[in-house]
């Protein structure tokens, strides 16, 4: 039986790099994959793009409130909307493989359960588990519950332990230095800058002085 | 750095054995360790009862509500107040192990994650990820958001694969048949006996007929 | 398609009482497995003990030179040379569990696997990686180049880190205090009482005045 | 404490990408790495290379009899012979990274562990666990033997499945077809053109009429 697997890390621990080589591994053995990711906060970005320099365009996005199990039939079977011709002889997918998995909706997790379960296609979701104040995305909170299997792509904290948790940071538009936040939404808004910092538990509680979301 | 684990398994996959042999290890290296569950649904059980038949009582149980820092420290000062006699010489402790951490409220596993890097002492927590209706537990939902590492342990399915979901199905008093339920409150309510199956993902849809939660 | 498992872990580490969870996992939910051990340096003795008090009877030993999947298949048949009657509607069996599975030969283990992939039953091998030399047994050194999943029992060393390792201590037959010893044979000769200790790589390099094998 | 780890995979499953992410992730945070490889085989070539199109210079490589630790000393010190100028201000090392692992000698691999636990610095080895006759390298057979952790990096074979053995093709000058071999030296001699592909164990016993090694 295929599986759901979620293969989860702190932001910049080669998520998407992982991602990439999983589908080369598939192609370079003749088989055929599909990608995907979320549609929301990429602003109808296609690319999914590694830090080590190697980058590739999704098959498809998912856009809010789509059905994942639809989609992915329709772009598994060739009957491609974006494609200037159908391929009438569409060979059957070998693995989906979806990237910023943690902004599925619950309900397309479920629905990617469902691609392994039932279309008996192996499905490979990477994402990060926790957002700047250690709480789970909608589509992670999820993927927790439902994956087979839960891997972890390890990174490292400035401190050279493990990083499991993210941290924001807002830099000041004038000076350029950067401040840790434990304040804000969840997905930062637009107009204000912000970056990411992957940090150790210990760290984390450094930084925050001991406050856990 | 002491770091906080989850050991996660469908219902029946041999949590309690794990931990009474974990603790079992420590003590045999000479090592103290500390043993606790949820006072939650236990009715002030204070056993923990593997299915091989070892059983062993905790050292304290976490009332709801209760600050599992403050709990910790002062049992593993010897300050307990259950004891006839206090351990004014106790050895510090090598590992706290908690048993139905599911159970736990979401910032008492913060106390555990606390435990683990400010108090430096390992912390093995052992619990189910989901109810029958996969949702996630209020312990469990925090414990995959915060654990450093999670640590799945394995069972079988009816059907040979391995379980991942937990069924419930409701006893009816007379006739002594079994039938799955999909609905009905997370923990099940007084005068009502129930028992639970571990299952795939595929027997699980299909005795749900496709329902996930 | 099943697969053979090497469940290894250092002395000490609940690795027969993982075997016997295992196996009464399967037979609680009505399916039947088969337990065998190495008849090597068992002398005759029958039992799977758990330190933490339960045992059980293999289904069968596997001698010196013997053919593990003409035994397994004997066994499994119900046309057990032991039995005093013949199973003759003998069920399928779900699961072949072997403890102390280092001491195996190596073409023993290799029909673990042909047991796994030719026969469909998944196998799950307990055994420990290194001897008190950190050397592997024929059957671990085996286990590792063949098994489909490597997965480690964890336990602790006397500092509280993870023990990799296993020393031997020979026991003074009069003071009845012990010493290590990093020179001997693989498997400690009659006459001669050792008593063994799992230690992280840096305790066990202290004791061996950095010595690897 | 330092840990040694032996990431492996069978051929083409990633390792050399796996190893230049975690480089750039702990470059990324302003920590410096060393990358070595054995020189056995590689041909004085210093380059590693990622199938996904990523390649970086090795800091050094490792000749047959050299003790790595010195090695390793001498690149972390800065005292590098191959350097125009020495760093006399080198930053401390946060970690080894080893390609090709499974070329080293046994006693190369017991030199990292030595390097992980007396020095102090994480080793991150990558490597094949064993040839195509699915009989360890003396490298891989030392490394499962020593690491504190083994963790695998997956690929699929080309029936779906996971592949776990590595097999020899080879390739005929005139006519450039392939035909599987299981018989031969363990690294390919020169002037007979070879190729690998990665099998799961049912693929590679079908193609071997049933041999294993």
Same mark, same amino acid.
């Not at 000041?172 to 350029?176: C, G």
């Given at each position: 039986m295929a599986k759901l697997y979620f293969r989860y890390g702190a932001m910049n621990s080669g998520k998407s790099t992982g991602l990439l080589q999983a589908a080369f591994n598939y192609e370079e053995r003749g088989q055929r994959v599909l990608l995907a990711k979320p549609? =929301? !906060? /990429?602003?109808? +970005?296609r690319q999914i793009l590694s830090r080590l320099g190697v980058s590739r365009e999704v098959d498809f996005l998912v856009p809010a409130g789509a059905d994942v199990v639809a989609l992915f039939r329709r772009h598994a079977s060739g009957d *491609?909307? !974006?494609? =200037? %011709?159908?391929? %009438? *002889?569409a060979p059957s997918v070998a693995c989906l493989l979806v990237d +910023?998995?943690? @902004? =599925?909706?619950p309900e397309q997790v479920d629905g990617l359960l469902r691609i392994a379960v039932e279309e008996g296609v192996p499905v490979l979701a990477y994402g990060i588990? /926790? !957002? @700047? #104040?250690t709480r789970s995305f909608p589509g992670s909170a999820r993927l927790l519950e439902l994956a087979h299997t839960l891997e972890e792509l390890k990174t490292i904290c400035r401190c050279g332990r493990k990083a499991v948790f993210n941290t924001r940071k807002v830099v *000041?538009? %004038? /000076? #350029?230095t950067e401040r840790f936040v434990f304040d804000g939404d969840q997905v930062a808004i637009d107009g204000v800058e912000v970056t990411y910092e992957s940090l150790c538990a210990a760290c984390y509680l450094e930084e925050s002085d001991g406050r856990l979301g």
């Open positions: 549609e =929301l !906060d /990429t602003k109808g +970005e *491609d909307p !974006d494609a =200037l %011709v159908g391929h %009438v *002889d +910023e998995a943690q @902004f =599925l909706e588990r /926790t !957002d @700047f #104040r *000041d538009p %004038v /000076t #350029r």
